[in-house]
């Protein structure tokens, strides 16, 4: 079973086009998150959600939406995709909100291509 | 801001040899988890260091976490293939909800 899930795995897609991502966890945790790693393999923390709260919003164009319908799901949808759009999109979960936190636990990442 | 930084960024060793990656904080840290990334994976977590001084021992794996909790340390000895990978460290400020990843060391290692 896995941990923590992202769909699609792939997304290849035409500049201007609005994509979404999907990120389920079956860990109960209570806390997940976005990370972007560009080509450089940098890792960069985009958004968190606690409880379905938002409470980390990093410096993130407004394209980028998240959503977190339930604490077990975090979506990200991306409005109209630039070129530097393109990489990695990690979702990952831990067990403790902040400010005490356990180890993070990653999906597979999402790659994503923008033409 | 806070700033993670970590060297090399890069690491290639003949297997059974020795390697070490560093992890310098511009700010005091609350903790430091390190992480390693697969070729093609996704980072998994290794470790978490809290305590001043902190050494913690994982088989070959030897993590250090300073006295001034603003550096970190991962020692692996007598590298294997196995070994291969994109190793990151992620620190925690004080106060602050989030983690900061280091730029990862990439290591190779040669049969």
């Known amino acids: 079973d896995t941990a923590v899930s992202q769909t699609p795995k792939y997304l290849v897609t035409q500049m201007g086009n609005d994509k979404s991502i999907k990120c389920e966890q079956n860990?109960?945790?209570?806390?997940m998150y976005w990370y972007k790693q560009d080509s450089k393999k940098f890792l960069k923390i985009m958004f968190s959600?606690?409880?379905?709260?938002?409470?980390i919003n990093e410096t993130v164009p407004n394209r980028f939406s998240p959503k977190s319908p339930d604490k077990a799901h975090l979506n990200l949808h991306i409005n109209s995709l630039e070129l530097g759009d393109s990489a990695v999109y990690f979702c990952?979960?831990?067990?403790?909100?902040?400010?005490?936190?356990?180890?993070?636990?990653f999906g597979p990442g999402t790659r994503l291509t923008v033409l | 801001g806070q700033q993670v930084m970590q060297i090399p960024q890069y690491q290639h060793v003949q297997e059974g040899e020795d390697f070490t990656t560093y992890c310098n904080s511009s700010?005091?840290?609350?903790?430091i988890q390190w992480y390693k990334q697969r070729p093609g994976g996704h980072p998994v977590f290794l470790i978490q260091?809290?305590?001043?001084?902190e050494v913690k021992k994982q088989k070959r794996l030897t993590f250090q976490f300073g006295e001034a909790k603003k550096n970190s340390s991962l020692h692996i000895t007598a590298t294997q293939t196995t070994d291969v990978g994109t190793y990151f460290c992620?620190?925690?400020?004080?106060?602050?909800?989030?983690?900061?990843f280091g730029s990862g060391t990439k290591l190779n290692v040669k049969p």
């Open positions: 860990l109960g945790h209570d806390t």
């Open positions: 959600y606690n409880n379905k709260e938002l409470i």
């Open positions: 260091l809290v305590k001043s001084g």
């Open positions: 992620a620190g925690r400020e004080y106060n602050f909800n989030k983690f900061y």
């Open positions: 990952a979960s831990s067990q403790r909100s902040p400010p005490t936190q356990n180890e993070q636990f």
């Open positions: 700010t005091t840290l609350s903790n």
